[in-house]
């Protein structure tokens, strides 16, 4: 399994950027695919996760309506759509898969659930 993220960068606060993952070496189709942010001196958190098969998805509620997670299952890429990002939004993302085929978004965020985490990419919000 290899996930390899990439759009990271330096954004003003309000500003936009886009993630992406691109997943080898398992069904990306039917597994639940997990953004997960670790902000400096804090552990890994999952912000939002997708679950293609059932065209649903799950943010926590400090990234609800700001990020918008998406799949295109004939690329096996994941991607994270950040808008009107804000400094507490720094730090580094990862994608990640959950460890079984078919689960919810909404279990899917759980970060003990997930098997497999790609590199990271760094995201930093600041004037």
């Known amino acids: 399994v290899q996930l390899v993220e990439s759009g990271g960068g330096l954004e003003q606060p309000g500003g936009s950027l886009v993630l992406s993952c691109a997943a080898s070496?398992?069904?990306?189709?039917?597994?639940?695919m997990s953004w997960v942010r670790q902000a400096p001196g804090k552990e890994r958190a999952a912000v939002a996760s997708?679950?293609?098969?059932?065209?649903?998805?799950f943010y926590v509620a400090d990234v609800r309506g700001r990020f918008t997670i998406s799949q295109d299952d004939a690329k096996s890429t994941v991607y994270l759509q950040m808008n009107s990002l804000k400094p507490e939004d720094t730090g580094m993302y990862y994608c990640?898969?959950?460890?079984?085929?078919?689960?919810?978004?909404?279990?899917?965020?759980?970060?003990?659930?997930?098997?497999?985490w790609g590199q990271g990419t760094q995201v930093t919000v600041s004037s």
């Open positions: 997708i679950n293609s098969g059932s065209n649903s998805t």
């Open positions: 070496g398992f069904t990306f189709s039917t597994h639940a």
């Open positions: 990640a898969t959950d460890r079984d085929v078919n689960v919810p978004p909404s279990l899917a965020l759980d970060s003990h659930r997930h098997n497999y």
